[in-house]
Nanobody, 124 residues
């Protein structure tokens, strides 16, 4: 079993930055690929970014590539999402997820564990 707790969300203005954190506990974090997804009201959950278990591979959605960076600190059992140049369309609840297959999938169905989410609101 894995517990994931996101933090770092908030209300910011367009162009600002935020760093989201996802703290993991339970099963061995170091073997899990981690992903970030987001969901805005009335819209399906979307892939944002993912990182492999060994940090060797990352992938991003086209909408955030060049603005967001995913990273992990296995010593702290934490994965981060650095979000720069935020836009109003980035407004959503952001969820982190873990999959023990190890690969940075962009499909939410590949993930076994999910956090409760943290709200990010970007005003124009």
């Amino acid at each position: 079993q894995v517990q994931l707790v996101e933090s770092g969300g908030g209300l910011v203005q367009a162009g600002d930055s935020l760093r989201l954190s996802c703290a993991a506990s339970g099963r061995t974090f170091g073997r899990a690929a981690m992903g970030w997804f987001r969901q805005a009201p009335g819209i399906e959950r979307d892939f944002v970014a993912a990182i492999s278990w060994d940090s060797e591979r990352t992938r991003y959605s086209d909408s955030v590539k060049g603005r967001f960076t995913i990273s992990r600190d296995d010593a702290k059992n934490t994965v981060y999402l650095q979000m720069n140049s935020l836009k109003p369309e980035d407004t959503a609840v952001y969820y982190c997820a873990a999959n023990f297959g190890g690969a940075p999938h962009n499909n939410g169905n590949a993930y076994d564990y999910w956090g409760q989410g943290t709200q990010v609101t970007v005003s124009s």
